[in-house]
Each structure stands twice: as C-alpha cells, then as structure tokens.
C-alpha cells in the first residue's frame, strides 16, 4: 500500500508559468517532507523540504506548501524554466520512529515535468 | 568534496551470474540505501543501514545482499536469484535523520543479457 502517492505520471507547463506538483501521503505520523529532482541517468538531488510544524517553505522560484488536515502538500515552481523538466519526487518520514528506520525516506513514485520554451 | 561515487555507470552482465555494485561515501555518513528504479515505479528500497556491521531489508530485497563491513562502503549483489535484475541502481547516504536529507550516487544501468 502506497504510503506516498503522486499521482499526476507527467505534467507538461510553458515556460514562465506557474508549475504545480502535487503529493498526498497517508501515514499521519509522517512529519517532514522532501522534493527531489532527477535528471535521466542522474542520481536525485535535493530540492526543498517542509517540517510538519510549518505550511510553507519558500527557496528562490520553489515553494512548497503543506496541509496536514488534507495529508497534502505541493511544490510550486514559479516561474518555470525549461532547466526544470525533470522527474520530481516527493518524498516524507516519520522522524520520531525509532523502531529503526527513523530517517528512512518514503518515496511517491515521481512526476515528469517538461517545460516548453 | 565530500561525495557518494556509484560504481561502474553502466554494467552488463550474463543472466545467472551474480554481479555487485559499489557504493562509497566520503560524507561520513551513518545510514546508507539502496534503490532500485524502473520506468513508472518510482524508487523501490532494496536494502538500507543505519550503523556498521547492521542492515535491513527494504520493500524488495529478495534476489538481494549487501555488506557494511566499513562506515563508507555499501555494496550491493545482484544475484541470480533476482527475477528482474535489468534497472538503475541507486546509493544513497544520510546523517541517519530525515531532515539531514540524503545524498545520492549517480545511479548505476545494470543490464543482464
């Protein structure tokens, strides 16, 4: 059973618009949220994350937004760039498990973006 | 710079025989993964290790071994008992708490022919 779900395979958006990916988790001891972004044959690279204290964190063009009632949050990219298509995963913890896998990360399945020029 | 190499980029192999792939990490790391990605399926945890000399399986860990016998290494055998073993393989390495993020190889393309 998918714990983290993304469930848009693929989003395709213009260059200068807004980019919105969504993520909805169903564990609600999960309180710390990542975003990854992958190249093809490239190891993911840390893009953002959000505490489960907070409802959004904002980095240059990246904002994530988190609704814990909803088991929701989304990464927004604003605006966007064709250097942005990639694969984004999203990706939540459960950071007070000490049953031995406090830390380990649980990944949605990922959305392709692709930006057009 | 400090770093997780996975080694080699791409590997082919025989079906049948067993092949491991390299993992090292220079970040002195506690904990360090494995994952597997195929089209559509997202990152898959084979194998994972909080401490030297301990690790435990993730959600597909049949076909799979590994080792953690130093802090910075973590190899991987794709053996051939494994169904599916054709994917990209990737390593990757954190503080051991989920706010330290992880840090990941650059993936390896195992082919078995």
């Known amino acids: 059973d998918q714990q983290v779900k993304q469930n848009s395979p693929s989003l395709s958006v213009q260059e200068g618009r807004i980019s919105i990916l969504n993520c909805d988790y169903t564990?609600?001891?999960?309180?710390?949220f990542l975003w990854y972004k992958k190249y093809p044959a490239e190891g993911p690279t840390f893009l953002i994350s959000?505490?489960?204290?907070?409802d959004k964190n904002e980095d240059g063009r990246f904002t994530v937004f988190l609704n814990k009632s909803a088991k929701h949050l989304s990464l927004h990219i604003v605006p966007s760039q064709p250097g942005d298509s990639a694969v984004y995963f999203c990706?939540?913890?459960?950071?007070?498990?000490?049953?031995?896998?406090?830390?380990?990360?649980?990944f949605g399945k990922g959305t392709k973006l692709s930006v057009k020029p | 710079d400090g770093g997780i190499t996975q080694s080699p980029k791409y590997l082919f192999r025989k079906e049948g025989q067993n092949v491991t792939l390299s993992c090292e990490q220079n970040l002195n790391h506690d904990a360090m993964y494995w994952y597997r990605q195929d089209p559509g399926q997202g990152l898959r945890l084979i194998y994972y290790?909080?401490?030297?000399?301990?690790?435990q399986k993730g959600d597909i860990a049949e076909g799979y071994s590994v080792s953690r016998e130093k802090k910075e290494s973590f190899p991987l055998t794709v053996t051939s008992a494994q169904k599916n073993p054709t994917a990209f393989y990737l390593c990757?390495?954190?503080?051991?708490?989920?706010?330290?993020?992880?840090?990941f190889g650059s993936g390896t393309r195992l082919t078995v022919v």
């Open positions: 959000i505490s489960s204290i907070k």
């Open positions: 290790s909080q401490i030297v000399n301990d690790f």
């Open positions: 564990n609600s001891m999960f309180d710390y």
């Open positions: 990706a939540a913890s459960d950071t007070m498990n000490y049953g031995g896998s406090q830390g380990n990360l649980i």
């Open positions: 990757a390495s954190s503080i051991g708490r989920a706010d330290g993020g992880y840090t």
